[in-house]
């Protein structure tokens, strides 16, 4: 069985770090909706926070694996990470482009982008 740790593209890498989190903030929202109080109006809010978190950690990996160029293995991730999202939302919602759709790209590749230029420049210890 492939691990991630064994996967040898930056962008690749971060891409999968990227969903991994996003996949354990989305089971963990479900089981505090679940058996808490809490409304599906916070969603949108945690939402952007986990996608957040996620692409700037998946860009982190990316300029880690990559060891140079961080903002651009990092931006690559963002950009990949939306594409697919939209992607999605057009197969599995109909939903119709628009400019929010460009500043939401623009968002994840800065975000993304922003993790890989810390992720090149953090040394090994």
Known sequence: MLKISQVKLP?????????????????LFSLILAFTGTREASL??????VNGLALFFGG????????E????????TGLFYYLFVLL????GFDA???????YS???SF???????IIGVNITKR
Do not use: C, D, E, N
């Not at 982190?60 to 060891?67: A, E, L, M, N, T």
């Not at 800065?110 to 890989?116: F, T």
């Open 11 to 27: 962008v690749v890498a971060g891409f999968i770090y990227t969903f991994v989190i996003v996949f354990i903030g989305a089971v």
């Open 44 to 49: 949108p809010t945690f939402v952007y926070a």
């Open 60 to 67: 982190f990996v990316s300029g880690k694996r990559g060891g």
């Open 69 to 76: 160029k961080g903002w651009y293995y990092g931006g690559m």
């Open 88 to 91: 999605l939302s057009f197969l």
């Open 96 to 102: 119709k482009f628009g400019v929010s759709h460009l």
């Open 105 to 107: 790209l623009l968002l």
């Open 110 to 116: 800065l975000i993304a982008a922003i993790g890989g």
